[in-house]
Nanobody, 126 residues
Framework: QVQLVESGGGLAQPGGSLRLSCTTS????????MGWFRQAPGKEREFVAS????????LYADSVKGRFTISRDDAKKTLYLQMTSLKPEDTARYYC???????????????????WGQGTQVTVSS
């Protein structure tokens, strides 16, 4: 079955960096767009970044553009999110998600994703 497992979260200082990983199994990873979303306490889940299959085209939320970089290693079936210049408002639980539909492109709508990991907590605080 499809499994997505996030790791790499933790505590970071403002201005610091973290790299999240999402290891996957149970589907042909290279054939699907993937996304990162986050949810802070009391807030709705929000889009962070997505990456297309094959061509690797990317999409970012305005709030993270220029600070976060999404990437994928199809051989390792792993999705990454490199986060730099972290801010306290980046504090949230971060989830990776598999886009529904093979060869589709990444989108900002969580309803376009049909499998989710359990999330990894990122806390940015001094």
């Amino acid at each position: 079955q499809v499994q997505l497992v996030e790791s790499g979260g933790g505590l970071a200082q403002p201005g610091g960096s973290l790299r999240l990983s999402c290891t996957t199994s149970g589907f042909t990873f290279y054939g699907y767009a993937m996304g990162w979303f986050r949810q802070a306490p009391g807030k709705e889940r929000e889009f962070v970044a997505s990456i297309n299959s094959r061509s690797g085209g990317t999409l970012y939320a305005d709030s993270v553009k220029g600070r976060f970089t999404i990437s994928r290693d199809d051989a390792k079936k792993t999705l990454y999110l490199q986060m730099t210049s972290l801010k306290p408002e980046d504090t949230a639980r971060y989830y990776c998600a598999k886009r529904s539909g093979a060869d589709s492109i990444g989108t900002m709508d969580p309803d376009d994703y049909n499998y989710w990991g359990q999330g990894t907590q990122v806390t940015v605080s001094s």
